[in-house]
């Protein structure tokens, strides 16, 4: 076979392990994909759109570790992939997008559909370069992989329409040589953490994703200080199951131990994290900030102890330093706070808990209708999908539902944008999840504003028969924003969603379809769809009045929403 530049390209992401590209095909890709159409244990996924082929191969990334690559053709085609690559490029996931250009006569020229890419991907990307000859193969394709593995990011390798055919005059296979280096800091930097901790009476834990390969390292540091541990959303996946010394997360999805956690500690340790929401660090407290990468310490908040270095092996060098802390107040006052937290929650996350003596308070001010809680909804997500599934979570309210209720047990992985917070992102991101692992269940956990975004997709999921439970939180509303609005004492406006049957949508493209819209049928519907084999749309009408009391709540945020929703209620009060 010709070694041309496009088969290059495909059997070296072979050779790496890549098994999908995900793209929407056109005319400059036409060497790429036939070159996949001729490769076996390499598949292309065509997609409706470019930016749900992003958002798949950033997942898949994220999931194997692997690399994840996706296409784009001229102009318009790899524009498209630009809000997907920024969730990777924001996720440190290592993704290749590789771009079609003009040929290479027309370039620079305003030829028809020309972008500058090398411009366009100048923010998002570690690496970007256009392949202006055969001959510079294969070792530009040799930078992009080792930038996007190296620094956790994008690479965007462009690749002129006439250029994919043509021949390499040198032959010989792609190398990269990839490797991870482990670092801790220097024994000096250890003593000088060491001291200041060893002088706490109350450690707090701050973890994050960055921690999760230490877990085992994490717990022992948690026990040594008797330390309740504050997790970020990301860090649930790793260690929230079997943790004794967890107490949920902070910030606006959080809860008030958490917050209590961290407000009462006279020292802060946190571990590959990088919390970007800095009202919730506490004020008057020391702090020991660990994380592989230099830039981050102490850009959140002031740190007194900065410890550039892998999380693990910093820990190991660290624990024999450490002094065991023979008082367990903090902790143990902190978990008893998270366990009442928990209580609460799950009496309001009883489908029938408005029924009762209980409820009906509540009920009165937020749920005058009876209609379904969120709450319930995650709850009986979390009670019937599986040990090991892989659950994904558009931004906004369906976020804060999972962060409180849906529990990574076992084997559950999680992946959202996270950093990014876009819109859109849990459907096209369970697509490439199920693709990585197709003996697993995937569940999606959609809103309604995001589901719609990018609906297509649902095409791609029908097309390939992929077993996606898609669970859509449908309150007819842009629920985050119109919370944020109401905070800040401003009526809803804007926000609403003139909604159709989504189930019906779905059985229309090729999904089982089911709609739940009373709360005696939510946990027969939630079985429903878990049991049904192939792709599945679970609708559920959820209550859009439903109120997300944050971890922290103040006299001004209870006083925006009471101001806001009598603007809502009141004629003439907009002013």
Not at 132 to 150: H, I, Y
Not at 491 to 507: H, Q, R
């Amino acid at each position: 076979m010709a070694r041309t530049v496009a088969h290059v390209i495909v059997e070296a992401l072979k050779d790496l392990g890549v098994r999908h590209v995900f793209g929407v095909v056109g005319d400059a890709l036409n060497p790429l994909t036939d070159a996949i159409r001729t490769t076996d244990g390499l598949d292309w996924v065509g997609c409706r759109h470019e930016e749900a082929a992003a958002f798949a191969a950033g997942a898949q990334s994220q999931l194997s570790g692997v690399l994840g690559v996706c296409a784009g053709t001229v102009g318009p085609g790899s524009v498209h992939l630009l809000n997907g690559l920024y969730d990777a490029a924001k996720s440190r996931a290592p993704v290749l997008a590789i771009c079609g250009q003009v040929p290479l006569a027309e370039m620079a020229g305003d030829y028809f559909q020309e972008v500058d890419n090398d411009l366009l991907f100048r923010d998002v990307a570690v690496y970007r370069a256009t392949v202006t000859s055969p001959d510079q193969m294969p070792r530009m394709l040799e930078s992009a992989v080792r930038a996007a593995v190296g620094r956790g990011g994008v690479a965007v390798l462009t690749v002129p329409a006439d250029l994919g055919d043509q021949e390499l005059g040198e032959d010989r296979p792609a190398r990269f040589a990839l490797g991870r280096a482990v670092t801790r800091p220097d024994d000096t930097a250890l003593a000088e953490a060491a001291d200041l901790l060893n002088a706490a009476s109350r450690v707090t834990l701050l973890v994050g994703r960055g921690a999760r390969d230490a877990r085992g390292d994490v717990l022992r540091t948690a026990e040594r200080l008797a330390a309740p541990m504050v997790l970020t959303l990301k860090a649930k996946e790793g260690f929230e199951d079997d943790n004794a010394y967890e107490v949920g997360q902070t910030g606006l999805i959080g809860n008030p131990a958490a917050a209590h956690a961290l407000d009462h500690g006279d020292a802060l340790l946190m571990l590959g994290t990088d919390f970007p929401y800095r009202d919730w660090y506490p004020k008057d407290c020391k702090v020991v900030q660990i994380d592989v990468r230099e830039e981050h310490l102490g850009r959140r908040v002031p740190v007194d102890v900065g410890l550039a270095g892998d999380v693990g092996a910093t820990l190991r060098a660290l624990l024999p330093l450490l002094d065991q802390v023979p008082d367990r107040d903090h902790l143990a006052d902190t978990r008893d706070r998270f366990a009442k937290w928990r209580e609460g929650q799950l009496r309001l996350a009883d489908p029938a808990h408005d029924r009762r003596p209980s409820g009906r308070l509540r009920a009165a001010l937020d749920n005058r209708d009876h209609a379904i809680r969120p709450e319930a909804l995650a709850a009986a997500v979390d009670t019937y999908a599986a040990d090991d599934a892989v659950f994904t979570s558009d931004t906004g309210m369906a976020t804060v539902w999972l962060s409180r209720f849906v529990t990574m047990s076992g084997g559950r992985r999680l992946i959202g944008s996270y950093n990014l917070g876009s819109m859109a992102n849990a459907m096209p991101q369970a697509l490439g999840a199920q693709l990585w692992a197709p003996e697993r269940q995937v569940v999606a956990l959609c809103g309604d504003g995001g589901l719609s975004m990018l609906l297509g997709d649902l095409m791609t999921i029908a097309s390939y028969r992929l077993p996606v439970k898609i669970v859509l939180f449908d309150n007819r509303r842009l629920g985050m924003v119109e919370l944020e609005q109401e905070q800040a004492g401003l009526p809803e406006f804007g926000t609403g969603l003139d909604n159709p049957d989504f189930a019906a949508v779905a059985t229309a493209l090729g999904f089982t379809g089911v709609r739940v819209t009373e709360p005696d049928s939510l946990h027969d519907g939630v079985r429903k769809a878990f049991a049904t084999p192939g792709p599945v749309l679970l609708d559920v009408l959820t209550n859009p009045d439903e109120i997300a009391v944050p971890a922290k709540p103040t006299v001004g945020q209870a006083w925006g929403f009471a101001l806001a929703k009598a603007k809502e209620i009141l004629p003439g009060t907009a002013g």
